[in-house]
């Protein structure tokens, strides 16, 4: 709900600060007097486009700040706040402030926080329904119709939402499952090849380095068998050193006890017939150890040929291949399964359509009976309110399969006829605003709509009627405002009476300066105000009177 409205150097207002209350407020003043300069500063701080034209004369810039206070935010706009991170505590008024530069620049802000325009543009439509001569949204746009309807019928469109979800998921799914069914069935005979390549292989995990380590051991015994086998002569035959040591250790051994140098001779040349043995052994067995099948080392290097082939040709590791293998009959399989997963699935998706155009034909029928009990309900109201010839009617209408959604199968639009024979058409094609503003009216008084926008306005609806339609106008304003805010710029004294807060708007000059002023008016203050309004410049005692009656009325 609208709390107060704060105005500064907009136009012909230098400073303003207004506070509003529950319930039908009403503003009057003479034409002229800046009625339209209150809404325009409304319009500019919920996000219309900023017109330089509303900085007053003189001054660098212009602000509006608006405050709305609730029991409980509205969903649409807590869900909007949240998005753009702003928080607003349980209880803490919404404080929206637009400034504009005499330049053209302007700066939005939410509870001081800095914002775009395009978040108070979103807000508004929760916060401010203005219908006016030039100004109608809210229930002129055909694209909340729906949502109206549904609302009047108290349709549960829980159902057709969900099976419109659950519905959307599988034929996600099934499209899926079809695009990899295809590309996996494109890949069959590739990955059947790749299968069989790969199992006469049999690649086993450390094969390739085990291959490598014997190959590099038999590719160094070959390079070294030659001298090896040099060492080892060396040792062989009577001539050989080794022999040679053996014959002079004997020879020793024959005169050692003469002296005991030589003794000690004899021991040194013992311990290098030890070695020397030692050593010809090890030659020997590293020999052995080094020698290498020339056919054992081709098929060594084949065999890693191979291997380190496959694993380049399938962009992995040697160690991978046996994973490659597991993949590529995993894939198989899936190509073997995959037709059964798809008609799997179209049986799913078949059913899930099936339930959603139930639980969507089911709304439709609701949603038509209800427009039917719509129509005869604002036709009750047009009478009264000066439109015995118009007729309303609420269009449902079926979806092409294409634009079905989670809202049904349904379109719906308010359509209307001013004049016997004419045909319908919609609701924003009423060449009257007058006309235009009493539909709405009638529109909202049938559907006394709850979840609609905090404050709703009407400029100037009583325009071009008096008398019993102004009287019938005010009555049912003032029922819509029972439980919400309502506010009305009038020119009737019949609907200012109903009001139960007052508003004048005045327009006085000084020299050459001219300002615009809001009071909030009393009793007395009202009853002149009224009775200005029945009988124009000179207020006569019978207008008093005459004013006091519909006050009292009231």
Same mark, same amino acid.
């Given at each position: 709900?609208? /709390?107060?409205?704060?105005?500064?150097?907009?136009?012909?207002?230098?400073?303003?600060?207004?506070?509003?209350?529950?319930?039908?407020?009403?503003?009057?003043?003479?034409?002229?007097?800046?009625?339209?300069?209150?809404?325009?500063?409304?319009?500019?701080?919920?996000?219309?486009?900023?017109?330089?034209?509303?900085?007053?004369?003189?001054?660098?810039?212009?602000?509006?700040?608006?405050?709305?206070?609730?029991?409980?935010?509205?969903?649409?706009?807590?869900?909007?706040?949240?998005?753009?991170?702003?928080?607003?505590?349980?209880?803490?008024?919404?404080?929206?402030?637009?400034?504009?530069?005499?330049?053209?620049?302007?700066?939005?802000?939410?509870?001081?926080?800095?914002?775009?325009?395009?978040?108070?543009?979103?807000?508004?439509?929760?916060?401010?329904?203005?219908?006016?001569?030039?100004?109608?949204?809210?229930?002129?746009?055909?694209?909340?119709?729906?949502?109206?309807?549904?609302?009047?019928?108290?349709?549960?469109?829980? $159902?057709?939402?969900?099976?419109?979800?659950?519905?959307?998921?599988?034929? =996600?799914?099934?499209?899926?499952?079809?695009?990899?069914?295809?590309?996996?069935?494109?890949?069959?005979?590739?990955?059947?090849?790749?299968?069989?390549?790969?199992?006469?292989?049999?690649?086993?995990?450390?094969?390739?380095?085990?291959?490598?380590?014997?190959?590099?051991?038999?590719?160094?015994?070959?390079?070294?068998?030659?001298?090896?086998?040099?060492?080892?002569?060396?040792?062989?035959?009577?001539?050989?050193?080794?022999?040679?040591?053996?014959?002079?250790?004997?020879?020793?051994?024959?005169?050692?006890?003469?002296?005991?140098?030589?003794?000690?001779?004899?021991?040194?040349?013992?311990?290098?017939?030890?070695?020397?043995?030692?050593?010809?052994?090890?030659?020997?067995?590293?020999?052995?150890?080094?020698?290498?099948?020339?056919?054992?080392?081709?098929?060594?290097?084949?065999?890693?040929?191979?291997?380190?082939?496959?694993?380049?040709?399938?962009?992995?590791?040697?160690?991978?291949?046996?994973?490659?293998?597991?993949?590529?009959?995993?894939?198989?399989?899936?190509?073997?399964?995959?037709?059964?997963?798809?008609?799997?699935?179209?049986?799913?998706? $078949?059913?899930?359509?099936?339930?959603?155009?139930?639980?969507?034909? =089911?709304?439709?029928?609701?949603?038509?009976?209800?427009?039917?009990?719509?129509?005869?309900?604002?036709?009750?109201?047009?009478?009264?309110?000066?439109?015995?010839?118009?007729?309303?009617?609420?269009?449902?209408?079926?979806?092409?399969?294409?634009?079905?959604?989670?809202?049904?199968?349904?379109?719906?639009?308010?359509?209307?006829?001013?004049?016997?024979?004419?045909?319908?058409?919609?609701?924003?094609?009423?060449?009257?605003?007058?006309?235009?503003?009493?539909?709405?009216?009638?529109?909202?008084?049938?559907?006394?709509?709850?979840?609609?926008?905090? /404050?709703?306005?009407?400029?100037?609806?009583?325009?071009?009627?008096?008398?019993?339609?102004?009287?019938?106008?005010?009555?049912?304003?003032?029922?819509?405002?029972?439980?919400?805010?309502?506010?009305?710029?009038?020119?009737?004294?019949?609907?200012?009476?109903?009001?139960?807060?007052?508003?004048?708007?005045?327009?006085?000059?000084?020299?050459?300066?001219?300002? /615009?002023?809001?009071?909030?008016?009393?009793?007395?203050?009202? $009853?002149?105000?009224?009775?200005?309004?029945?009988?124009?410049?000179?207020?006569?005692?019978?207008?008093?009177?005459?004013?006091?009656?519909?006050?009292? $009325?009231?």
């Amino acid at each position: 709900m609208l /709390t107060a409205l704060a105005i500064r150097n907009v136009v012909l207002i230098e400073a303003l600060d207004l506070v509003f209350h529950a319930g039908l407020g009403v503003l009057t003043g003479e034409t002229g007097a800046g009625k339209s300069i209150l809404l325009d500063s409304l319009g500019l701080v919920l996000g219309d486009r900023a017109d330089t034209g509303l900085v007053r004369a003189g001054t660098d810039q212009a602000s509006v700040t608006a405050t709305f206070e609730f029991d409980r935010l509205p969903e649409a706009v807590r869900a909007a706040l949240a998005e753009a991170e702003i928080v607003v505590e349980s209880g803490e008024p919404l404080i929206i402030k637009r400034r504009l530069r005499a330049d053209g620049g302007s700066r939005a802000f939410i509870n001081d926080q800095p914002v775009g325009v395009a978040l108070l543009r979103e807000l508004a439509r929760a916060l401010v329904e203005l219908h006016g001569q030039h100004d109608d949204r809210g229930l002129v746009n055909a694209r909340g119709h729906r949502l109206l309807l549904d609302r009047f019928a108290h349709a549960d469109t829980a $159902q057709v939402s969900e099976a419109w979800q659950r519905w959307s998921r599988i034929e =996600a799914d099934l499209a899926q499952a079809r695009a990899s069914a295809a590309a996996a069935s494109a890949d069959e005979d590739l990955y059947t090849a790749y299968l069989a390549e790969l199992t006469a292989l049999e690649p086993m995990i450390g094969e390739e380095a085990e291959l490598a380590e014997q190959r590099a051991a038999m590719q160094k015994g070959e390079r070294l068998s030659g001298d090896l086998a040099a060492l080892q002569n060396l040792w062989e035959g009577s001539d050989s050193a080794l022999a040679v040591l053996r014959s002079a250790a004997r020879r020793l051994d024959r005169i050692a006890g003469e002296h005991p140098m030589l003794a000690e001779a004899l021991a040194s040349l013992d311990r290098a017939v030890i070695e020397a043995g030692e050593a010809e052994d090890r030659i020997a067995a590293a020999l052995e150890a080094l020698a290498h099948d020339p056919l054992l080392l081709d098929r060594i290097e084949t065999r890693l040929f191979e291997l380190r082939a496959a694993a380049r040709k399938h962009g992995c590791t040697a160690d991978a291949l046996p994973a490659r293998i597991a993949e590529y009959r995993a894939a198989l399989e899936k190509i073997e399964n995959g037709g059964s997963h798809v008609a799997a699935l179209e049986r799913a998706a $078949q059913e899930a359509g099936l339930d959603y155009q139930a639980k969507a034909e =089911a709304l439709s029928v609701v949603r038509a009976e209800a427009a039917r009990r719509l129509d005869a309900a604002v036709a009750q109201e047009l009478a009264p309110l000066k439109l015995d010839s118009a007729r309303f009617h609420t269009a449902v209408v079926r979806l092409p399969e294409d634009r079905w959604g989670p809202h049904g199968v349904d379109a719906v639009e308010f359509l209307i006829a001013t004049n016997p024979g004419a045909a319908f058409a919609p609701l924003g094609k009423i060449a009257s605003g007058g006309e235009l503003s009493r539909f709405i009216l009638a529109l909202k008084v049938a559907l006394a709509e709850e979840g609609g926008a905090a /404050t709703v306005i009407f400029d100037e609806i009583d325009r071009g009627v008096g008398g019993a339609v102004a009287s019938a106008i005010g009555e049912r304003l003032a029922r819509l405002a029972r439980n919400g805010q309502l506010l009305a710029v009038t020119h009737s004294p019949q609907v200012a009476a109903r009001g139960l807060t007052h508003y004048l708007i005045a327009k006085s000059s000084e020299g050459t300066v001219t300002r /615009t002023s809001v009071m909030l008016l009393d009793a007395a203050g009202r $009853q002149e105000e009224i009775a200005r309004m029945l009988s124009g410049a000179e207020i006569t005692p019978e207008a008093r009177a005459q004013a006091d009656r519909l006050l009292e $009325q009231a």
